[in-house]
T-cell receptor
Framework: DTGVSQDPRHKITKRGQNVTFRCDPI?????LYWYRQTLGQGPEFLTY????????KSRLLSDRFSAERPKGSFSTLEIQRTEQGDSAMYLC???????????FGEGSRLTVL | GESVGLHLPTLSVQEGDNSIINCAYS??????FIWYKQESGKGPQFIID?????DKRQGQRVTVLLNKTVKHLSLQIAATQPGDSAVYFC????????????FGDGTTLTVKP
């Protein structure tokens, strides 16, 4: 399977713990995006990378959230000191530069107890 | 502010009928629109797109119509099948926001056999 893959698919954690999600994009795509989706809502943009450069971050992204793409391939999204309001599906997508068409992974569902 | 919205949160149709899913957008600078389909437990999947210099585009069993005058977008699905049951999102993009798309909240399509 050469699509976008995300790990883990599900994560249950206690409030205050740190969690990290990983995304492996389609190999020839140089853009990588993180979105958050809550039940009944459309995906909300969090941040995106072009190669290893993080080009934009949403105002939704508090300082507890950090994303990296160190070698311009896979990316990680870390949430520190999780809160119950962080419970959501975290979606990763990739695209070719210049194309708005996004290829999404299956998502990582976070539940904060 | 910028928003993309859908007229109806749910739509139920009989198998074999045509479905029309609507979307209103407010950003007149939007120049690229995409429809995504999201099945339960999966990430959104690209269906069809349209640029602002077009008013209609056809794919396999799907047609997207764009009316820039009233900022309205629709997705028509011909001969709807049970496999079409999913949540459908419209998303908009602008050249200044080339790295991200803004999604509406989705319409849940249920196909009755």
């Amino acid at each position: 399977d050469t699509g976008v893959s995300q790990d883990p698919r599900h994560k249950i954690t206690k409030r205050g713990q740190n969690v990290t999600f990983r995304c492996d994009p389609i190999s020839e795509h140089n853009r990588l995006y993180w979105y958050r989706q809550t039940l009944g809502q459309g995906p909300e943009f969090l941040t995106y990378f072009q190669n290893e450069a993080q080009l934009e971050k949403s105002r939704l992204l508090s300082d507890r959230f950090s994303a990296e793409r160190p070698k311009g391939s896979f990316s990680t999204l870390e949430i520190q000191r999780t809160e119950q309001g962080d419970s959501a599906m975290y979606l990763c997508a990739s695209s070719s530069s210049g194309s708005p068409r996004l290829f999404f992974g299956e998502g990582s569902r976070l539940t904060v107890l | 502010g910028e928003s993309v919205g859908l007229h109806l949160p749910t739509l139920s149709v009989q198998e074999g009928d045509n479905s029309i899913i609507n979307c209103a957008y407010s950003n007149s600078a939007s120049d690229y629109f995409i429809w995504y389909k999201q099945e339960s437990g999966k990430g959104p999947q690209f269906i069809i797109d349209i640029r602002s210099n077009m008013d209609k585009r056809q794919g396999q069993r799907v047609t997207v119509l764009l009316n820039k005058t009233v900022k309205h977008l629709s997705l028509q699905i011909a001969a709807t099948q049970p496999g079409d049951s999913a949540v459908y999102f419209c998303a908009e993009n602008t050249q200044t926001n080339a790295g991200k798309s803004t999604f509406g909240d989705g319409t849940t399509l249920t196909v009755k056999p």
